[in-house]
């Protein structure tokens, strides 16, 4: 690297860490361009070039003759790394519940003061080019927290986990994540909300199609405590790898030869909703006289379903709200915590505002 790139970069990590410790807070206007070349002894062109760095990072804005002046919102304080473990284009890896994450993403960015900067294929290869991306933007102070939307272990032993300073929060179906603040999604209350609909309509007879990672024994209980009868053949288990295996299992359930029918279905992954819905169809089922569904839906939904089914679920831009208050709190002093979030039925969904920064917001951690 030649000397004035050199300088350049050391200009550009001590203007950032005065603005980043607070010594220049936001808002607040830099040294003139003349004031800061004598103090670097370095040429005007490379004051520019540094400057011109911090602006695109967003660190500070230019007024014209007025200066340059550190953001309302710097990075630091107001932009949130968003971490999936797939790549966007990875089909059976990316799952609906990753689209509804990225599209309220994209909400709060709309939203004004927050930004989130998403990062993709964090499966725990360092030569992944938005690993690489991650890495450069903690050390450069740009992200105010990191918002992993599944479990982080593949993480473990990189910055992206042990960096200090870094408020982080994971989003799980499970306990908390040791050492990360969590938003739990409480799935074992969707179960007794999803049966409860059907027992509430006289449906006795409830199959239901699981994702592999929710346990059999967690569904038994449920409907064992509202007295549905339990058949272990109208329990089946699914992968998102292949969501189309499940279509031939509906099929094969809802055959109109046999004895004695499932009247009620739940469906506890949206990834399922298509094939499932397409067997259904196939076997050419009446819904809901003959079958009444509730299926697992990541609000907002970006897909209207094939028959009439009730959907229950978690509205993403809550979540993400969630995630964002957590990590603010955390920038407050506040320990890492967790806040529980239960599933709501579609009409259900309140309209959702992201709430505005807490003002005086901290200017750091690390």
């Known amino acids: 690297m030649a000397r004035s790139a050199v300088k350049r970069e050391q200009i550009l990590d001590e203007l950032r860490m005065e603005i980043v410790s607070g ?3 936001r808002g607040a206007r830099l040294p003139t361009r003349l004031d800061l070349e004598r103090r670097f002894q370095v040429s005007g062109a490379t004051i520019q070039q540094a400057l011109d760095k911090l602006r695109r990072e967003g660190f500070v804005v230019a007024q014209g003759s007025r200066g340059t002046f550190v953001s309302d919102n ?10 999936f473990p797939a790549k966007e284009t990875e089909k059976y890896r990316f799952s609906r519940y990753f689209t509804a994450m990225a599209n309220a993403a994209a909400t709060l960015d709309a939203a004004g003061e927050r930004r989130i900067s998403c990062f993709y294929g964090l499966d725990g290869h360092a030569d992944v080019d938005d690993f690489q991306r991650l890495v450069q933007d903690l050390h450069r102070h740009c ?9 982080p272990d593949n993480l473990k032993g990189t910055p992206v986990l042990d960096m200090p300073g870094i408020p982080r929060v994971a989003v799980r179906y499970a306990e908390p994540y040791d050492g990360l603040s969590t938003v739990q999604l409480d799935d074992q209350s969707f179960l007794h909300r999803a049966i409860k609909y059907l027992v509430d309509r006289g449906r006795k007879r409830i199959a239901v199609v699981r994702l592999h990672s929710t346990s059999e024994l967690a569904v038994v209980t449920a409907m064992r405590a509202f007295g549905v009868e339990v058949r272990p053949h109208w329990l ?7 969501p ?7 099929r094969l359930l809802m055959h109109p030869g046999q004895p004695e029918r499932p009247d009620g279905l739940i469906i506890t992954d949206d990834n399922f909703e298509i094939d499932a819905l397409g067997g259904l169809i196939e076997a ?26 009730q959907r229950l679920g978690y509205d993403t831009r809550r979540v993400l709200g969630s ?4 990590i603010d709190r955390q920038r407050l002093g506040e320990p890492p915590a967790s806040i529980r979030l239960q599933p709501v039925f579609e ?20």
């Open 74 to 83: 710097p990075p630091h304080l107001c932009q949130y790394g968003l971490l």
């Open 236 to 242: 089946q288990t699914a992968t998102i790898g292949v």
């Open 143 to 151: 992200l105010a927290g990191l918002i992993f939307v599944t479990h």
């Open 23 to 25: 010594a220049v807070p």
């Open 347 to 366: 009409g259900e969904f309140p309209d959702y505002y992201y709430p505005p920064l807490r003002a005086p917001i901290a200017a750091g951690i690390g």
């Open 244 to 250: 189309e295996c499940i279509r031939p299992v509906m």
């Open 323 to 326: 995630c964002v208050e957590l």
């Open 284 to 309: 050419r089922v009446s819904v809901p006289e003959d079958l009444e569904i509730v299926c697992h839906v990541n609000h907002p939904a970006s897909t209207k379903t094939a028959l009439r089914v």
